[in-house]
């Protein structure tokens, strides 16, 4: 296939963890097939369906591995954890022996994960939260609490001069958006660095019990944030700038650290969306009104959103449908027409990785992702969904094959 991608515009929609299971809530159907997606489904009729697996089986499904597979990096090759990527997003310098690890503000009652984001804690109240922690904290030499947005929040390691870090990358820490409803022992980190981990996250119940944020939430009826959670370490990774890699510039829309540090990494410009919240109230209209006007300035947009995931870790089949609709009326249909009237295109529909409504929980197995444009052979699918891309014989076995791929640059 000729390199076409300097006379191209290309626009990669992610609706996050949107791949799942047929419900019975649903009449046996994924969320997929039970929502009205006529513009993801235009794009299957004008374009081909297929399926590829975003996460190797040796790593732990989630949206670092996914999109980064997505975006066209072989996260066997580039991954060095979760936490350095939101570092990244948030312009926090990591030095070659610093480790940045993810620290969630969570509910924990009677040794029961109850909520992994506090209830999705208002950023003021999480900001004040863990500036209370950094006040506290014992080690402020090697320690620092960095506050991000609502529950997602991280803390730098910095070890002395000289000095051997007390974490490895053989340290196994599990997500809490793993454990809803289950009890935490199992799930605590495990391996070289458990200690220190554990420490601060017990340490962390004692200075949280006694701040007025979560007095004043208890009194409103609201679960306080009981204590952190700390997951996803990892070092500053190096990544081949993305125009480097495939001649085409890039600008990245969404609402999560994770994607920001990602994209910023990449080289691309990262565009701030008002009222964008990475939640299921997210404006998904201004998400495609600032995709459109993005692409006067690069070659290249994608927009992210974490609605669907969310959802699915509410084990909410309505709401994740809801959300579907909404990034197909807002997002896909607007942007694959303004696409279409400016001249050469591709556009591109995929999740990152499958989030189940049973589990709560992402997980590993194929997505099905669909793509169309200028000479691009349709095939003869006629909607997006999972049972269509499991049928087709259109897939990549590697994630980070399907990028070159799509931009035109394989044969």
């Not at 000095?163 to 199992?186: F, G, R």
């Not at 995929?350 to 189940?356: M, W």
Request: charged share 20%; hydrophobic share 35%.
């Amino acid at each position: 296939m000729k390199d076409i991608s300097a006379i191209m515009k290309y626009a990669l929609i992610i609706p996050d963890g949107c791949a799942d299971e047929p419900q019975s809530s649903l009449g046996g159907k994924t969320p997929l097939q039970a929502a009205t997606v006529p513009h993801m489904d235009e794009i299957a009729r004008c374009g081909i369906v297929g399926h590829t697996e975003t996460v190797p089986a040796s790593m732990s499904p989630g949206s670092d591995v996914g999109t980064m597979s997505l975006f066209g990096y072989d996260p066997l090759v580039y991954h060095t954890g979760r936490a350095p990527l939101e570092a990244a997003a948030q312009g926090i310098p990591l030095g070659p022996d610093d480790w940045a690890i993810r620290c969630n503000l969570v509910t924990v009652e009677h040794e029961t994960m109850i909520s992994f984001t506090a209830e999705q804690i208002p950023s003021a109240q999480g900001r004040r939260l863990i500036e209370e922690l950094q006040a506290a904290l014992p080690d402020k030499q090697r320690w620092k609490f960095y506050p991000g947005v609502s529950y997602r929040n991280l803390l730098v390691y910095s070890p002395d001069d000289g000095a051997p870090a007390p974490l490895t990358m053989e340290l196994k820490t599990t997500p809490p958006h793993d454990i809803t409803d289950q009890l935490i022992e199992p799930s605590l980190p495990s391996g070289p660095g458990e200690t220190e981990l554990r420490q601060l996250m017990q340490w962390s119940r004692g200075v949280l019990e006694k701040s007025d944020v979560n007095i004043e939430r208890i009194a409103h009826g609201e679960p306080p944030a009981t204590q952190i959670w700390l997951w996803g370490h990892g070092r500053h990774p190096a990544l081949t700038p993305f125009q480097d890699r495939f001649g085409v510039s890039a600008g990245g829309i969404t609402a999560v650290d994770l994607l920001r540090g990602i994209g910023r990494l990449l080289g691309w410009k990262v565009i701030d969306v008002p009222g964008a919240t990475g939640y299921l109230d997210t404006d998904y209209k201004a998400k495609g009104e600032y995709a459109i006007k993005t692409l006067a300035d690069v070659d290249f947009v994608v927009v992210h959103v974490e609605a669907t995931d969310e959802a699915s870790h509410e084990g909410n089949a309505a709401a994740k449908v809801e959300a579907l609709e909404q990034i197909d009326r807002h997002i896909v249909g607007p942007l694959h027409e303004f696409l279409r009237r400016q001249g050469e295109y591709r556009i591109l529909v995929s999740p990152d990785h499958p989030t189940l409504l049973r589990t709560k929980t992402h997980s590993h197995g194929m997505v099905p992702f669909t793509f169309c444009g200028t000479k691009v052979a349709a095939d003869a699918c006629e909607r997006y969904d999972e049972p269509t891309a499991s049928a087709s014989a259109f897939s990549f076995v590697a994630g980070h094959e399907l990028m070159p791929c799509f931009l035109g640059k394989s044969s």
